[in-house]
C-alpha cells in the first residue's frame, strides 16, 4: 500500500521548461520513488548547524512501511543538529534519478521491522549506541534527467 497522494508538479521556475506546452507532465509512479529509496545504498542527509550553517552527510538507511529511517550517534553532529532542529531534507545519491524527501525527523526506538531491513542490508544491526531517527514526510520531489522537465514530479503528504 502506498502512501503517497496524488503527484503534481512542482514549484520550479518556468525557466526550466515547467509548464511549456512542449513538455507534457509524465509524472513518476510513487511506486518508482519506492524502489529507488528502497534499493539505494547511501542517502544524504541534509541539516542545520547552530551557528545556521548547512550540514550535509552520507548515511546509510532503509525505507520500511513507507518512511525513511537511519541511525547516528545522539553526539554527532547530524545527531545534535537534528536534536536541535528536526527539519532535513534526505537526498539519493544520483543527479540523473533523483529523489528529495522532506521533513521532519523525530528520534525513536527502531522496531524490529526497521533493525532487520538494516541487517539485511548492510550485514550489520549497529552496536546500540546510536540512534534511530524517522523521517515524518511532508513533501518529496522527484524526476529524472533523460526527460525533465516533464518527469518532475511532487507529493505533499
Avoid at 19 to 24: A, F, R, S, T
Avoid at 106 to 134: C, F, I, L, N
Wanted: charged share 20%.
Amino acid at each position: 500500500m502506498s502512501l503517497a497522494p496524488q503527484p503534481e508538479r512542482p514549484d520550479i521556475d518556468a525557466g526550466y521548461g515547467i509548464g511549456d506546452p512542449q513538455y507534457p507532465f509524465t509524472p513518476i509512479e510513487w511506486d518508482d520513488v519506492v524502489r529507488r529509496l528502497t534499493e539505494s545504498r547511501n542517502y544524504w542527509i541534509a541539516t542545520t548547524r547552530a551557528s545556521g550553517r548547512a550540514h550535509s552527510v552520507p548515511v546509510w538507511g532503509v525505507w520500511v512501511n513507507d518512511t525513511f529511517w537511519f541511525f547516528t550517534g545522539p553526539k554527532s553532529l547530524t545527531g545534535s543538529n537534528l536534536a536541535r532542529n528536526g527539519t532535513a531534507e534526505v537526498h539519493l545519491e544520483s543527479g540523473d534519478d533523483v529523489v528529495l524527501l522532506f521533513g521532519e525527523f523525530e528520534t525513536v526506538t527502531a522496531p524490529e521491522t526497521v533493525a532487520s531491513a538494516y541487517q539485511a542490508k548492510y550485514g550489520m544491526s549497529g552496536d546500540g549506541s546510536e540512534t534511530a531517527y524517522r523521517l515524518r514526510l511532508s513533501k518529496a520531489i522527484a524526476w529524472r534527467e533523460h526527460d525533465f522537465p516533464s518527469s518532475a514530479t511532487r507529493w505533499r503528504f
